[in-house]
């Protein structure tokens, strides 16, 4: 079993930052992606960025140049630096994790965090 926690979500202005943590436990010697997503209200789960354990990362087009995924394999934590944040970020984000890195498919994600709210204001 793996599990996920998610932090740092809140209301913030359009243009202002925030930095998403997922603090990553139990058996992850085989969990290889780890990955953000997000889902707003009558909207379907969308893929954010992922992160192979190599440091390999990817990341969804509407989110280029704005956010960066990064991990910290000694504290066992993921992270989502979001910058230039627009109020179509409003969402709620989820960490995730997947055996391997096959793009950012929710149905690829075996563990799954509770979420954390964002919410972005004009």
């Known amino acids: 079993q793996v599990q996920l926690v998610e932090s740092g979500g809140g209301s913030v202005q359009a243009g202002r930052s925030l930095r998403l943590s997922c603090v990553v436990s139990?058996?992850?010697?085989?969990?290889?992606?780890m990955s953000w997503f997000r889902q707003a209200p009558g909207k379907e789960r969308e893929g954010v960025a992922l992160?192979?354990?190599?440091?390999?990362?990817a990341y969804a087009d509407s989110v280029k140049g704005r956010f960066t995924i990064s991990q910290d394999n000694a504290k066992n934590t993921l992270y989502l630096q979001m910058n230039s944040l627009k109020p179509e970020d409003t969402a709620m984000y989820y960490c995730?994790?997947?055996?391997?890195?096959?793009?950012?498919?929710?149905?690829?994600?075996?563990?799954w965090g509770q979420g954390t709210q964002v919410t972005v204001s004009s």
């Open positions: 992160i192979a354990r190599s440091g390999g990362a």
């Open positions: 139990g058996h992850t010697y085989n969990m290889n992606c």
């Open positions: 995730a994790a997947a055996p391997s890195c096959g793009g950012l498919a929710w149905y690829r994600y075996n563990y």
